[in-house]
Structure formats: C-alpha cells, structure tokens
C-alpha cells in the first residue's frame, strides 16, 4: 500500500463548478496535511494545510479532514481555468519532518 | 532575494561530468531537503538536513552527494550520473517539524 494515494485524473470540471479531490494516508498516527499546487514545469506550491480533524477555508479552497478515516480532501470552488494543474497531497508522520508525497491529480477547467 | 533560491535552472551533462546544484533559502528556516521529480513518478525525498546535519538518507546511490555547509544553503554534488537520473530536482526548506516546506523552482537535469 502507497503511504499517499491520490487518483492520477485527469479531473475536469466546468469552469464556475467545484472540483473534489481526496487523499489517503496509510499511517494512522500522521500529524500534519498539505495540499500543493504544481502548474507544469514549476516546481510545486503550498496552498492549504491542515493539522485537526474538520474543515478549513481559505478563499476557494477548502481542506477537509478525517483522521479516523486516514482521508483528506481539498474543494475548490468556482472553478476558473487558471486552476488547471496537478494538485498534491502531502503527510507529515507523527515524529519528525519528513513529507510524503501523493502521486498527484491534475485538474482540467474547461471553459 | 526572497523565498528558496535554486542554480542552474536547466543543466544538461555527460554521464563522466561532474557538476553541483545549488540552493539558497533566505527564510530563515532550519531545515533543507533535495527531492526528484521523474515524470510520471511522485516526488521522491531524497536527502533531509536539520540544522545542516544530515538526518535522512532515503537509499539514494552514492553518485548524488549532499552538502549543507550552514542552515541557509544546500549543494548536491554530481557525478558519473546515468540517463535515469535525467529529472527535476527540487530543493525545499522549512521552519522544522510539523511544518510545511516552501521549495525552489528547481534544476532540470538530462544526463547525456
């Protein structure tokens, strides 16, 4: 089992819809969560991060949490096309600084 | 300069060159990784430094040499590389445990 999964998309959504991406995480005591951004040929962006159970907002993005369920997922609203990209799920374990990647989901917005 | 600063951005090489990355983080923070980027291959840690010792080695073959001389700057040393090893190799840091990383635009390396 991969430490991080991610389904590979592509995803495309409407442009002005919501797009839902999840995450899986296999070692149940992992303490930190992040969601990076990465357009192709750059280098990748952190765009949420989460550490509690629930939901987290920042603008368009909303990260949500389930540690009982080892899941974390990211919703963006109002889907512009500038959102196209392959977004990452990335884990923090429970002891040290080591983050571990998801292969990724890129994301089409057509308009 | 701000953020992570990464040199050469593009590098093309032969298998029998030796060369160095650079990196540069003016952010202050304590810890500095080097990861690589394969297409169609998730991002794969490769080398971890904290406070410049080098805390995680994650099997990567000897031909890739690290060297983190203070907290602020990371190299990684080339050499007698092969074909595969042609990605993108991403340097990161962070303020430490727990924390997410902020990572420089990267060096896109083809061995020839």
């Known amino acids: 089992q991969k430490e991080v999964e991610q389904n590979s998309g592509p995803l495309s959504v409407p442009e002005g819809a919501i797009a839902s991406l999840n995450c899986t995480y296999s070692d149940r005591g992992s303490q930190s969560f992040f969601w990076y951004r990465q357009y192709s040929g750059k280098s990748p962006e952190l765009i949420m991060s989460i550490y509690s159970n629930g939901d987290k907002e920042d603008g368009r993005f909303t990260a949500q949490l389930n540690k009982a369920s080892q899941y974390v997922s990211l919703l963006i609203r109002d889907s512009q096309p500038s959102d196209s990209a392959t977004y990452l799920c990335a884990v923090i374990k429970a002891a040290g600084n080591k983050l571990t990647f998801g292969g990724g989901t890129r994301v089409l917005v057509k308009p | 300069e701000t953020g992570v600063t990464q040199t050469p951005r593009h590098l093309v090489m032969g298998m029998t060159n030796k060369k160095s990355l650079k990196c540069e983080q003016h952010?202050?923070?304590?810890?500095m990784y080097w990861y690589k980027q394969s297409a169609k291959k998730p991002l794969e840690l490769m080398f971890v430094y904290n406070f410049k010792e080098q805390t995680e080695n994650n099997s990567v073959p000897s031909r890739f040499s690290p060297e983190c001389p203070n907290s602020s700057h990371l190299f990684l040393h080339l050499h007698t590389l092969q074909p595969e090893d042609s990605a993108l190799y991403l340097c990161?840091?962070?303020?430490?445990?727990?924390?997410?990383?902020?990572f420089g635009s990267g060096t896109r390396l083809t061995v020839v």
């Open positions: 952010l202050g923070h304590n810890a």
């Open positions: 990161a840091s962070s303020q430490g445990q727990g924390y997410g990383y902020t």
